[in-house]
């Protein structure tokens, strides 16, 4: 038994270890990046486990299932928006079932910190009718990680574990078990793994089957707790998730003492909850995310008799993540006195490229190369060069998700864009831009595609790219290219005016072209020169 | 050195400024005198020259919330003077701030420097410096936020050899010239407070 000190992810990360992890996968996203990152870090260069990076979160969930499927314990993490990208074989990984034990780490990103839209990935969970588990603490996602597996094995079902940003953050302390070693290799049944109609028919039952015995062990498992007040039966919360430490941080020391239901586990433990809304006059849900709980407490009808309050009641604001302050607010507990400031009127400060970015130099380009074209759309992607929205750019007009944007162009530009502009880094056309470009291919839709090859994912801290150099070029080729509509560039100030020339060039020519900005992220380059 | 059972601190700056490395040092200072410790940090998006701040909470006794109460904080420690008035709100009555008072420019809106170091010095207690001076004089304008550090020293509930301990296993790493500069910001920053 030692403790360390370990960002959220990283103890969900290292209980997966102990756990006897043979194989973990992932795609970079915040704020579930640092899982992979420390799992590579403490795999002993692949020698322990295997830790890689994969192309994009389908392929690393396909990855961890064929893991699994060999009887070896397997994890693929993601952010929220990552398990749409890997929802396909998530659902029918619900029904093949896991060989050795399979866990899904999701990141949720309430709030928006560094995402496109607040999702709750406990509903999918509750879609695929697999176990979810929502540590409150470092500790938590450390032993809940290793439970997550025990019960993944037992039952033969994948299992989630929701992190939010807020946990996967922030550093704190884990008390860590002696790890245990690996399986061995066994296969899986092959009609369980055949997800023909005739053989998925009776996996989806068996999954039907296994519903009560979720519901047994979450009304029994450490990870929830009831807390009953005998003496005052006026206020009952339930909490899950980190949103237990808002109530305990606000409750102690005060002279409120509600009854407490802490919840860590789903499916909802209904035994649980029936006992606490039997014991008291109003209930307070808190959840981080969307209201999940209190809206299956609420149904159509609400409780007879009982006063349901939450975020659907208006008690904690629906958008954003928990905060002490709102779960205070919710607790009608007056505001903690602050020191007294006069107002002061604060500028913003949103993220920027950095200086001397490559991006900054091909956005200059283009602006340059579409100044006076009305009508002229740059459709976007996810990266550090969404960031060219800001001024002094103005660059790009869209930003959707992963590979959107040359879809898009093709969308609009069949609508009657022109120019229609897509602009994608190198890492986000490997994850999800080379089915859309074949497709653009194949239709010659008129549009140029500038892809930003900056040799690295640059926003989520320098992960590899495999879609980037050489490789790069011969893929665009593959997919239906024509070599003299494929051209490269420099983003470099003494290149402006060529570049500016080039893009001109592509955006008047008829049919598809691909222009490919090379020049190395700074921030990868300065990482290299320190190595 | 102050002795105290729990400590809240925000920690604060601009994307690249080294939040971080200062909450590594006090981080590993306290875990080392035997307190609990949560941090939550900045990751992703706003690390690119965005607002950065980090929730840096220490206790004798359990740490519920990851995030610091608004009220709540003892400290806010800043890099950079306009990021210091961003989290005065979670100052408790009597609390402190210790501040740069080097502005990083990189908005168009950025307000005027003096109005910025006027509203922090009206707090009492506050301290605000010239990390960048120091920090050049120290021998690199990277370790302002160690100048910072060793400003805030006699606030901290750590006492300074721990500090100074954890400032030597993140800097020898990066080599005698980086660490050096760095033990000297910190003496600097110490001296400057007084
Ligand atoms: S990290 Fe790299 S790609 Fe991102 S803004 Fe900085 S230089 Fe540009």
Redesign the pocket.
């Known amino acids: 038994m030692t403790k360390e000190i370990l960002l959220g992810d990283e103890a969900a990360a290292l209980g997966a270890v102990h756990a006897g992890l043979s194989s973990g996968y992932s795609y970079p996203g915040t704020p579930a990046s640092e899982i992979m990152e420390y799992l590579i870090r403490i795999s002993g260069g692949g020698t322990k486990f295997t830790a890689d990076w994969s192309v994009n979160e389908k392929t690393a969930f396909e990855e961890a299932l064929g893991a699994s499927y060999a009887g070896q314990r397997a994890l693929v993490s993601m952010k929220h928006v990552g398990l749409n990208v890997a929802a396909d074989p998530f659902m029918s990984a619900a029904l093949t079932g896991a060989n050795g034990g399979l866990l899904a780490i999701v990141a949720d990103d309430p709030g928006m910190h560094s995402s496109q839209n607040e999702q709750d990935s406990r509903f999918y969970a509750q879609f695929a009718q697999i176990p979810c588990f929502e540590p409150a603490n470092h500790q938590e996602a450390y032993d809940m990680a290793r439970e997550a597996y025990d019960l993944s094995e037992r039952w033969g079902v994948p299992v989630m574990l929701r992190m939010v940003t807020r946990l996967s953050h922030s550093r704190g302390g884990v008390v860590t078990r002696e790890g245990r070693p690996k399986n061995p290799i066994r296969l899986g049944d092959r009609t369980c793994w055949t997800l023909l109609p005739i053989n998925a028919r009776s996996r989806f039952q068996r999954l039907l089957d296994l519903q009560p015995e979720f519901g047994r062990y979450a009304d029994a498992s450490p990870f929830n707790s009831l807390d009953l007040n005998p003496g005052d039966r006026r206020l009952g919360i339930i909490a899950s998730g980190i949103g237990v430490n808002y109530v305990r941080e606000n409750i102690e020391g005060s002279a409120a003492a509600p009854s407490v239901l802490k919840i860590g586990t789903y499916p909802i433990p209904e035994g649980l909850v029936r006992r606490l809304v039997a014991h008291v006059e109003t209930v307070l849900v808190i959840e981080e995310g969307a209201p999940l709980i209190e809206r299956s407490l609420k149904g159509l009808f609400g409780i007879p008799g009982k006063t349901l309050t939450g975020k659907l009641s208006g008690h904690l604001p629906l958008a954003g993540e928990l905060s002490p302050e709102s779960v205070r607010k919710a607790l009608a507990l007056p505001a903690l006195e602050r020191m007294s400031c006069p107002e002061f009127e604060l500028a913003g400060r949103p993220p920027q490229?950095?200086v001397g970015?490559?991006?900054a130099d091909t956005f200059r380009a283009l602006n340059e190369a579409l100044k006076g074209r009305s009508g002229a759309t740059v459709f976007s992607d996810i990266g550090?060069y969404t960031l060219g929205w800001f001024p002094p750019f103005n660059a790009i007009d869209t930003c959707v998700c992963m590979g959107a944007s040359i879809g898009m162009a093709k969308g609009a530009s069949e609508a009657g864009v022109h120019p229609a502009v897509a602009v994608i880094g190198d890492s986000t056309f490997g994850h999800s831009g080379i089915t859309a470009l074949l497709s653009a291919a194949s239709f010659k839709a008129r549009m140029v595609v500038v892809i930003l090859d900056?040799c690295t994912v640059?926003?989520t801290g320098g992960q590899p790219s495999f879609a980037t150099g050489d490789r790069l070029l011969r893929i665009i080729e593959g997919v239906g290219v024509p070599r003299d509509r494929i051209r490269v560039i420099t983003p470099l100030p003494k290149f402006h005016e060529e570049n500016v020339r080039i893009l001109a060039e592509e955006i008047d020519a008829p049919g598809l072209s691909v222009i490919v900005a090379v020049r190395e992220?700074?921030?990868?380059a300065r990482k290299k020169a320190k190595r | 050195m102050i002795t105290s059972r729990k400590q809240d601190i925000i920690l604060a700056g601009v994307g690249g400024q080294g939040i971080l490395s200062i909450a590594f040092v006090i981080d590993n200072a306290a875990l080392r005198e035997g307190f609990n410790v949560k941090q939550a940090e900045v990751h992703g998006m706003a690390q690119?020259g965005g607002a950065v701040q980090s929730h840096l909470r220490l206790s004798r006794d359990a740490i519920h919330s990851d995030l610091i109460p608004k009220g709540a904080a003892d400290l806010v420690l800043s890099v950079e003077p306009l990021e210091a008035l961003r989290y005065l709100d979670y100052l408790r009555p009597g609390g402190r701030v210790v501040s740069s008072s080097t502005p990083f420019i990189n908005i168009p809106d950025y307000p005027k420097l003096e109005a910025v170091l006027g509203r922090i010095r009206e707090i009492p207690g506050s301290l605000v410096l010239d990390s960048e001076a120091l920090a050049k004089e120290a021998g690199t304008s990277k370790a302002q936020n160690t100048v910072i550090l060793g400003a805030a020293a006699s606030f901290l509930a750590v006492a300074e050899e721990s500090l100074l301990e954890y400032i030597k296993v993140l800097f020898a790493p990066r080599g005698d010239k980086v660490l050096g500069a760095n033990l000297r910001a910190f003496e600097l920053g110490r001296k400057a407070a007084g």
């Open positions: 490229l950095c970015c490559p991006h550090c900056n640059a926003m992220c700074l921030e990868e | 690119r």
